[in-house]
Each structure stands twice: as structure tokens, then as C-alpha cells.
């Protein structure tokens, strides 16, 4: 019954790839937005910590520093893997 089910709605496939690919770039642009707002709340919650002296400069730093590569996303991390030359193009 699946079968002939998929075979009937192949000719509107593009569509519902269309369709697939329209919710996830939907998804991926308001998962950002509301990362762009909770950071900036998160590194003030920071700030103010630092300001009553809960944490010290060095580590107020790092933890905003974690805050920025997390809204980043993996797009933006530098992968020290893609830096190493391939294993078949090492000198002799």
C-alpha cells in the first residue's frame, strides 16, 4: 500500500521538498533570532556579575566568549581537522 501511495504522489515531490525545505530554513531563522536576544541577556547577566564581583575579569571574558561561539553557530568554529593536509598528501 506504501508503494502505491509514493508512486501516486511522485509528481508533486518537488513540492513537498519545496515545501521541506521552506520549514527549515523558517526553523533555522528563529532559532537565531531568539539565540541573538537570549545572548545579549546572557552576557549582561555577565556583565553584571562581574560588576558585583562575582567573577573576575579572566573569567566574565571566557564565559562571553562562550556565549559569542555558541550564537555563532558551527558555521563559524574553526575546525583544526580542515587545517591538516589529507593523509595521502604528506611530503615524503
Known sequence: MGL???LALLPVAPLRFT??????VHAETQRREGGASGAAQRIDAIEAQRERGELDAR?????QGEVIEEL????TRRDDAADAPPAGDAPA
Open 72 to 75: 555563532a553557530g558551527p558555521a
Open 19 to 24: 515545501t521541506w525545505v521552506v520549514v527549515q
Open 4 to 6: 502505491i501511495k509514493e
Open 59 to 63: 573569567e566574565a571574558e571566557r564565559r
